[in-house]
């Protein structure tokens, strides 16, 4: 359990410096100036098979790799955000505790929910606008 563990936290130190650096304005820069590179040696390799075949299996293999660790990172964010949103609902005594699992609730249950608080913003938009023509209209 412990190996496992560390693997775990290995490849979340991992996934999470990866996608710092990759998402960095050089790194996509790195990537034009490899491509570039690969269009100008075209001519010289009569632009054969293999020439197209290596930047094809490149980016194939960087693209299918990239996706496991942006995912990763993806998931982690979304569950700390869950978190800290979980934690605010916990602390303010008006909220509701049972929004506190909604990444749980079935699809039906959400769409309930959400014409709930779509009824919601309507009927507090709508108070808006009567007490704003109200202030414009003195009596």
Known sequence: MLGLYRM??????????????????????????????????????????????VINT?????????????????????????????????ANKNARNALLGLESMSDPELQSLQHEFEALRDRVAKAREQAAGRESNPV
Request: proline letters at 1%; a negative charge.
């Open 8 to 53: 775990d936290e290995w490849f979340r130190r991992f996934a999470s410096s990866t996608a710092d650096v990759v998402g960095r304005a050089y790194s996509f820069i790195v990537a034009v100036t490899i491509i570039a590179v690969w269009a100008i040696t075209g001519p010289l390799f009569h632009f054969t098979d293999t020439w197209q075949l």
């Open 58 to 90: 490149g980016t194939t293999i960087v693209t299918f790799l990239m996706v496991f660790l942006i995912q990763n990172t993806q998931n982690r964010d979304a569950h700390a955000i869950h978190l800290k949103l979980d934690e605010l609902i916990r």
